[in-house]
């Protein structure tokens, strides 16, 4: 897994948290329709839970959340966000590895979204993620994570640029299809109080996979069923998963 550094997690909590903002009522929606159902409660660990955006949606509803991340300054942000629920017991964030985390207490559900699993560094360590999570989760519990198709990734090959007064970011994107990988250099400038500007640079990666390669890991595990979904309704498996850019994984335990 990558140990993001503080420049790529001050631009992620910057810039970033709208995919939390638009997919987290969709999950919601989710769990709340199986609830009842499966006899679930309401406790749900976050894998890659970057600076605690998600958690801080489920947190303000009533769940308990436990937040892992190999990075120590999404971790840092995820705490001085959910503070309150922090101090009062109600959540943790813990410096911890996808691919290797004790699971700890059961919990109801899992998540492992904006496509962490593409950012592993291998096959064998997706795995290993798959099978903790499914250590972690209660029987009948779900497991929710989603990735970037190889569609997407082809459409990586771009540079795009933000500027506001707070920061400049440059971002290239970069597709290699006889790696199966997909590079991100982003670089810019970030003002900080005093007026100063600080300078950043970062590479991020995903590993280029395919919905199939996915399925057959998650069968493997143990799961007892599992659909693709796109975010517009989690609840709806979609045909063709490789045919949209972003495909989301429910899988029950």
Avoid at 200 to 224: C, P, R, W
Wanted: net charge neutral; hydrophobic share 40%; with cysteine.
């Amino acid at each position: 897994m990558q140990a993001y550094g503080k420049a790529f997690a001050r631009v992620y909590n910057a810039r970033w948290g709208a995919f939390t903002d638009a997919v987290a009522p969709k999950i919601e929606q989710l769990f709340d329709g199986v609830r009842d159902e499966l006899g679930l409660s309401k406790k749900l660990l976050d894998l890659c839970c970057g600076t605690g955006n998600l958690a801080l949606y489920f947190l303000e509803r009533g769940y308990l959340v436990r937040g892992i991340d190999l990075s120590p300054h999404m971790i840092e942000y995820a705490i001085q966000r959910n503070r309150t629920y922090v101090d009062a017991g109600k959540a943790s964030f813990t410096i911890e590895d996808a691919a290797s985390f004790s699971s700890g207490q059961r919990v109801s559900y899992v998540t492992c979204l904006y496509d962490a699993l593409n950012h592993l560094a291998s096959l064998e360590a997706i795995a290993s993620c798959i099978r903790r999570a499914f250590d972690a989760v209660d029987r009948k519990g779900i497991f929710l994570f989603d990735i970037n198709t190889k569609k997407s990734l082809r459409e990586w090959n771009r540079t795009t640029i933000q500027e506001d007064d707070e920061i400049y970011l440059a971002t290239k994107g970069i597709y290699d299809p006889t790696m199966d990988r997909a590079y991100t250099q982003l670089a810019g400038f970030f003002r900080n109080e005093n007026g100063t500007y600080e300078r950043f640079s970062e590479t991020v990666y995903n590993l280029a996979l395919s919905v199939a390669q996915i399925l057959s890991l998650v069968k493997d595990t143990g799961f007892q069923s599992s659909y693709c979904a796109s975010a517009e309704n989690l609840a709806l498996p979609v045909a063709d998963p490789e045919s949209i850019k972003r495909v989301f994984f429910v899988c029950r335990a």
